[in-house]
C-alpha cells in the first residue's frame, strides 16, 4: 500500500449524530476500538452547532441519524452540504425505520454519500466509514492540488517573464514561498557573477537579500549535483544549515532543491522548512518550480552575454574619434538600449571629404545583430563613397543600390549634411530619417524636413536641399530612439526636443547632456545624437 493509500484509509475525526443515547454509544465503541476521534450530538440543532464552532479541527465524516427530534437528518445533511466549510464532509445515514426503497433514494438524492439499515453489521459500518474518509481525502486533496498548480503555474511565468535578474530573484523566491505556504530562501548567481541569498519570510512578503560569501552556491550544490545536470533534493540538518548560511532566518531542518539545466553553468538552490514539504506532492511541485528558475535564469544569463557581446562588436562598428575641422566644433552622443532589449542599428559618422564636412546619422530598421551588422555594412560604404568626392544624394543612391543587392527587404533611414569647408552653406541629404534641427544665432529654430524615400526601396533619391547658415549656428541630428515615445505622437514630441534645444545651454557639450537627461531616460531604442557648431569666425573663402 502507499503512503498516499495508507493516509486515506487512516483512523480520522467522526461526528455521530442519534437521538438514541445506546445506538450512539455502540457506533461510538465500533469507531473508538477502530481508532477514530469521535464526537457525538443527541440532534441537528447541536450537530451543526458543534460544526459550527469546530474552527479547523472539523470532523471528516457524519454519521447522522434519519429520525432526530428536532429535524430529519435529510434536512442536517442538506444543511451541512450547503455550508462551503462543510460541504465536503461525507454523510452516512443509518436508520432502523426508514429502510425501504424510497427512504434511501431521498437520503442519496438529498446529499448523503451512503445509506445504512439496522441493524447494522459492525465491520459493514467500519468499511463504510473508512470508504468515506479515503473518498473524502482524495477529493480535497486534488483540489488543494488544483490549487498549488494554479500557485506553480503563476510562479512559473512570474520568474519566466521577469525582466532583469532583480525581478527574476524576487519572482523565484516568492513563488517558492507561496508555493509551500511558508518562509522560502534561495541562492542564485547573478549573470553579472554575484551571489545572491535572497529569502521571503511567507507568501507574499517581498524578498530580502541577504548577504552571502562568494562560495555559498558552490557549497550547496556540489554535494548534490557535482559538475552535472538535473535536480536533486535533499534534507540538511538545521545544524549544517545555519553554519552554510548563519544570517539566514529559516530554522530547523530545511528540504534543499538544487537544479541545473547545463553541464558547469551556475545552479540554482531553493530551501524550505523539511516540514512544509512532507509528501510527494509537496516535493514534486517544489522542483518542478525550481527546476522552471533554473531554465528561466540559464536563458537570463544567455541573453546577458549575447547581449554583452552584441553591444560590444556595435561599438567596433561606430567612429573611435570626431574629426578636428577648423571653424566647427562637434559633440557627440551614443547610448544603447536598455539591458533587456535587442540591440539596435543606430549609427553616426562624421568624416574630412575633398568636398567639406560630412555628418551622416541613420538607423538600420529592426533590433537584432544583424541590424548592428548591416550598420557596420552601411557605414564603412559611406565613408568609402564620401571619400570619393561622391555629393551626397548620389552617396544615397550607392548606398541604396548597395543594400537593396546584398540585403534585399531591409531599408535604412539615413540623414546626410554636407558642410562646406568655409561653413556659409550645408548640403542636406534625407533618406527617410528625422529631419536635422538648426539653430541660428538669434535664437530662431527650425527643422529642415525635405527628404527623399528610404534606402532599400530602390526609389530616386533627389539632389541635397542647400541651406546657407550664420556664423554661430548649431545642427542637430538624432535617431527616432531619443524622442520617440510610446501612444505618443512623434510631432510632439519633435515639438517639445526643439523646445529643449532651443531654451538649453548655449555650449555644446552642455547643450547635448541636456538633451540626453530630458528625454533619454529609460528608453527601449537606441539613442544616437550628433551635434556641430559653426564657430562665430570660421575661415571664410
Known sequence: MTETARHDAAPGTVLVIDDDETNRYILTSWLTRAGHTVLGAADGTAGLHLLATAGDSLPEVAVIDVQLPDMSGFEVCERIKADPRTAYLPVVHVSAVAVNTEDHTEGLSRGADAYLDQPIDPNEFLATVTAALRYARARRRAEQLTLRLATLNRATLDVYRAVGFPAFSTAATRGAASLMSGPATSVFLSPQGVTVHSHATAPGAAPV???????????????????????????????????????????????????????????????????????????????????????????????????????????????????????????????????????????????????????????????????????????????????????????????????????????????????????????????????????????????????????????AHPPAHVRTTAPGSRLLLITDGLVEVRNQDLDHSLAAFLDAAATGPQELEQLCDHLLNTFGEDKEDDIALLALHLHEDPPRA
Open 209 to 459: 537579500v541577504l548577504p552571502a560569501r562568494a562560495e555559498l552556491l558552490d557549497r550547496l550544490a556540489s554535494p548534490a549535483l557535482g559538475g552535472g545536470t538535473g535536480i536533486e533534493v535533499a534534507t540538511l540538518p538545521g545544524g549544517r544549515w545555519k553554519a552554510l548560511l548563519p544570517l539566514d532566518p529559516i530554522e530547523g531542518d530545511v528540504l534543499l532543491v538544487v537544479a541545473r539545466t547545463k553541464r558547469n553553468r551556475p545552479a540554482v538552490c531553493v530551501a524550505v522548512p523539511a516540514d512544509t514539504a512532507r509528501t510527494t506532492d509537496d516535493r514534486e511541485l517544489l522542483q518542478q518550480l525550481v527546476n522552471a528558475s533554473a531554465l528561466a535564469l540559464e536563458a537570463l544569463r544567455t541573453f546577458n552575454e549575447e547581449h554583452a557581446l552584441a553591444l560590444a562588436l556595435q561599438r567596433t562598428f561606430l567612429p573611435d574619434r570626431l574629426p578636428d575641422t577648423p571653424g566647427t566644433s562637434l559633440a557627440v552622443r551614443y547610448r544603447p538600449a536598455s539591458d533587456h532589449a535587442e540591440i539596435g542599428g543606430d549609427f553616426y559618422e562624421a568624416l574630412q571629404t575633398p568636398a567639406g564636412l560630412l555628418l551622416a546619422i541613420g538607423d538600420v530598421a529592426g533590433h537584432s545583430l544583424v541590424a548592428a551588422t548591416v550598420m557596420g555594412e552601411i557605414r564603412h560604404a559611406l565613408r568609402a563613397y564620401a571619400l570619393e568626392g561622391h555629393p551626397p544624394h548620389h552617396v544615397l543612391e550607392r548606398l541604396d543600390a548597395l543594400l537593396s543587392h546584398t540585403r534585399p527587404g531591409l531599408t535604412v533611414t539615413l540623414c546626410l549634411v554636407l558642410v562646406e569647408p568655409d561653413g556659409s552653406r550645408i548640403h542636406i541629404a534625407n533618406a527617410g530619417h528625422i529631419p536635422p534641427l538648426l539653430l541660428g544665432p538669434d535664437g530662431s529654430t527650425v527643422y529642415l524636413p525635405e527628404h527623399g524615400p528610404l534606402l532599400g526601396l530602390q526609389l
